[in-house]
């Protein structure tokens, strides 16, 4: 189902699905909306960090369900997602994390964000069987700011919504920071239900 052809284009904007060498431009999205949307550059030594643990094994191992955003050719937002929550979590247990856990040994080294980075990795949370049984998907994204206000989010979300039904996923989950008001409002715009969570709000939506 991976297919590199554009889904869209506008005049300087296109969407298109993830390849492999689009791990880099992706992880630097991510580290510079990494600080609740914004940029996370100056907060830490090892800025690779927020790439590592929140996008580029979407591109590695969900290629099918990442979706770029291109300005003039250069990758400047995303929406990632994967189907089964679950399956991908355990994937990573075997796939992704040990690597890193050898790269970035306990208790680690920088900032206190480094530290709390690491930490993670050394231990990331499993979603909730109680959440992923009613919505199994999950999804987030970041756009650049050269890409805000153009309704790309809306369109984005829209057209990986539509791949999650068309393999048969019924519903998706997301979780916010809470710091992060526009994006808080942007997923109850776009028909997304929150929870209050431990450290976050929890977006739920029927698909």
Known sequence: MHDEAPITSDADVALRWARTDDRAAVSEVCRRTGDAGR??????????????????????????????????????GYVLAAPDTAAFETLLETEWWPALRVQYPLPGAGTDVDRRLIAHLHQPPRTPATITYRYPAHLHIDLLPSL????????????????????????????????????????????????????????????
């Open 39 to 76: 940029d996370a550059t100056g907060t830490l030594v090892h800025g690779e960090l927020y790439g590592l643990l929140w996008a580029e094994q979407y591109v590695a191992h969900a290629p099918s369900f990442a979706l770029v955003a291109e300005l003039d050719g250069a990758v400047q």
């Open 148 to 207: 805000q206000g153009r309704g790309l989010g809306r369109r984005m979300i829209a057209a990986i919504e539509q791949r999650l039904a068309e393999v048969g996923c019924r519903g998706v989950h997301l979780g916010v920071d809470p710091r992060n008001e526009h994006a808080i409002g942007f997923y109850a715009h776009l028909g997304y239900t929150p929870h209050r969570s431990a450290g976050t709000v929890l977006f739920t939506k029927r698909l």
